[in-house]
């Protein structure tokens, strides 16, 4: 009786539980979602897209505030999608997975390279995907039309908008500046391919050069031995002349000295010549060298000055980091990375940045320039991460005087500054914006994938105009230290080998 009892007692617990689980997956998947709206005025270009990971939506803005909203799936329990700063990397229509099966992923575009994306897909009403973010099928087609590489993407864990801001700190453009800077562009670029051109010239004179130079040691030493003959038989000339004991013989004999006499003399102007030449042709050589190495370094250094000015005409994008103490900037090359996939982004600019009592967290903040005014920029704020307001982060910021002069000037609409207590990504490179994640937030499924390798190219200083890529790719920034634990029940997912897209 007693086992009848204790087995009925078990099953009433057991159905208990199951009945729990049942109204707790019901709740989850019952929970009203959103839907796809759109503002009811005509939309300009988007500018950011922030994705609610507790509302699951997300929301393109342009200039003037939200344009679209629509559901998503972000990352189950385990594959969470990270929670933090991103950009768009690269755009596929029709991607298929290498990772799922050859799971369809159409309209893809990536944010991470080690695999984080938004596209298309199932939404069944609650955080279902492998790490990305799944969206409507039709919205993903119409975002894909209307959105270009480098657009901010901001994944936040809670609902947040973007404010109107204004502060000091924030970058202001100037009118000549800015007006001059498409003249300025074209002529630093003429003067850095009229540089290119003068070292291309240098260095053929200075090869031509160094093979008239080439011979010349042996050429001289063929001298030298003829020299030395002609010297030789001149001592036997004389020889044969001192012993001769006839008219006759003396005749011969002084005719044959004068002969070898004559010879060795033409050598001996020979060889003179030679050398005089030869000393002419090495000097010849040396300048020419140094000329060659001249004109290198113009070369280089116009197409530096000449690429500065190109991408003054870009966005800039700067992010300042309160664990690192440092500023980095990017700005969009759009030149097609040498190794496929994405656009090369200048990391040209890096520097120690002083933030006032930095041992105190300051958050993370996304502020946008989002339109021109009369007086400047437009800017815009979005906070994910709390510490200190936006307002105060930006007071606590203080950005060298150096990096303000070289990008305040010509700062467009769509630049941004990003304050964060988080470093920077390891995968931020060479063909990223900035990638950015909140480290005390669940990262499942960031840190489950096989992290972006590093890739060393060889620094280059063949410019801008030549293939030459070797100036875009900077040591990549410090570490962002991955957060293996998990903040839900305590978790750990260590990374995982295998490479590959998420669903």
Request: hydrophobic share 40%.
């Amino acid at each position: 009786m007693r086992r009848l009892q204790i087995a009925a007692a078990g099953a009433v617990v057991a159905m208990a539980a199951l009945t729990t689980l049942a109204e707790a997956a019901s709740t989850k998947r019952t929970r009203p979602a959103p839907t796809e709206t759109v503002a009811p005025r005509p939309a300009g270009e988007p500018i950011m897209a922030i994705i609610s990971i507790k509302s699951q939506q997300v929301t393109l803005y342009d200039a003037d505030g939200w344009i679209l909203r629509a559901p998503v799936s972000t990352g189950t329990t385990g594959r969470e999608t990270p929670a933090g700063v991103f950009a768009i990397l690269e755009k596929n229509r029709d991607h298929r997975s290498s990772m799922y099966d050859d799971a369809w992923m159409p309209h893809m575009q990536r944010i991470t390279w080690n695999g984080i994306a938004l596209h298309g897909g199932p939404l069944p009403g609650y955080a279902a995907s492998h790490g990305c973010v799944r969206m409507p099928y039709g919205f993903a087609e119409t975002l894909f039309d209307r959105t270009r590489i480098g657009m901010r993407v901001i994944v936040s864990p809670q609902d947040t908008a973007p404010v109107d801001i204004s502060h000091p700190a924030l970058l202001v453009p100037t009118p000549d500046a800015s007006s001059a800077a498409p003249v300025r562009a074209q002529t630093l670029a003429r003067e850095a391919d009229e540089a290119a051109a003068a070292a291309v010239d240098a260095k053929k004179a200075a090869k031509a050069a160094a093979r008239e130079v080439a011979p010349l040691k042996a050429t001289l030493r063929a001298l030298e031995r003829a020299k030395a003959r002609a010297e030789a038989e001149l001592k036997r000339a004389d020889k044969v002349l001192g012993s001769a004991k006839t008219d006759d013989a003396r005749a011969k004999a002084e005719t044959q000295q004068q002969k070898a006499a004559q010879r060795a003399g033409e050598a001996a102007a020979q060889l003179a010549n030679a050398i005089a030449d030869a000393e002419a042709k090495r000097a010849l050589a040396d300048s020419t060298k140094e000329a060659a190495r001249a004109a290198e370094t113009r070369k280089a250094e116009t197409a530096h000055v000449a690429l500065d000015a190109k991408l003054a005409q870009e966005p800039v994008s700067i992010y300042i980091s309160r664990e690192t103490q440092k500023l980095y900037v990017r700005r969009n090359t759009h030149k097609p990375a040498p190794d496929g996939g994405g656009e090369v982004f200048d990391a040209s600019i890096e520097v120690p940045v002083t933030i006032r009592d930095p041992h105190r967290p300051i958050g993370t903040h996304i502020f946008t320039a989002m339109a021109k005014t009369d007086i400047g920029l437009r800017w815009s704020a979005v906070t994910i991460d709390e510490g200190d307001g936006a307002r105060a982060a930006l007071d606590r910021i203080t950005i060298p005087k150096e990096v303000l002069d070289r990008i305040g000037p010509t700062a467009l609409p769509r630049s941004s500054i990003v304050i964060s207590d988080e470093p920077l990504s390891v995968e931020t490179n060479y063909r990223t914006e900035f990638v950015a994640v909140l480290k005390d937030h669940p990262q499942g499924g960031f840190i489950t994938r096989k992290p972006t390798p590093a890739v060393m190219v060889a620094d280059r200083d063949d410019g801008w105009d030549d293939g030459g890529f070797g100036f875009f790719f900077q040591r990549g920034p410090e570490p962002q230290p991955r957060n293996y634990r998990q903040q839900r029940g305590g978790r750990v997912y260590p990374p995982q080998p295998t490479p590959g897209w998420g669903w």
